[in-house]
Nanobody, 120 residues
Framework: QVQVVESGGGLVQAGGSLRLSCVASGSILRLNIMGWYRQAPGKQRELVATETSDGRTDYADSVKGRFTISRDNAKNTVYLQMNILKLEDTAVYYC??????????????WGQGTLVTVSS
């Protein structure tokens, strides 16, 4: 079993910054890809940013240059630094951890989500 818990959401004014954190725990042998996704009201969940275990990153075009994903592999933690926030960044942000467990299973686990609200 793998558990994923996000934190750091909240209310921020447009142009401001927030930092999200996500910790994975459980019977983890190796964390592969960790990523952030978001779902705005009435919209489908979309990719925000991902990072592989060897540091390769991928970003949605809408956040490039504003958001930065980073990992602390020793702490099984991934962060999302969000700068120059826009109204359209308002969404529930979900963390996903793709892990190989100690039993050799490959699991993709979602967190419960953290709400980010950007106000004008």
């Amino acid at each position: 079993q793998v558990q994923v818990v996000e934190s750091g959401g909240g209310l921020v004014q447009a142009g401001g910054s927030l930092r999200l954190s996500c910790v994975a725990s459980g019977s983890i042998l190796r964390l592969n890809i960790m990523g952030w996704y978001r779902q705005a009201p009435g919209k489908q969940r979309e990719l925000v940013a991902t990072e592989t275990s060897d540091g390769r990153t991928d970003y949605a075009d809408s956040v490039k240059g504003r958001f930065t994903i980073s990992r602390d592999n020793a702490k099984n933690t991934v962060y999302l630094q969000m700068n120059i926030l826009k109204l359209e960044d308002t969404a529930v942000y979900y963390c996903n951890a793709a892990a190989t467990t100690q039993l050799g299973l490959y699991l993709s686990t979602w967190g419960q989500g953290t709400l980010v609200t950007v106000s004008s």
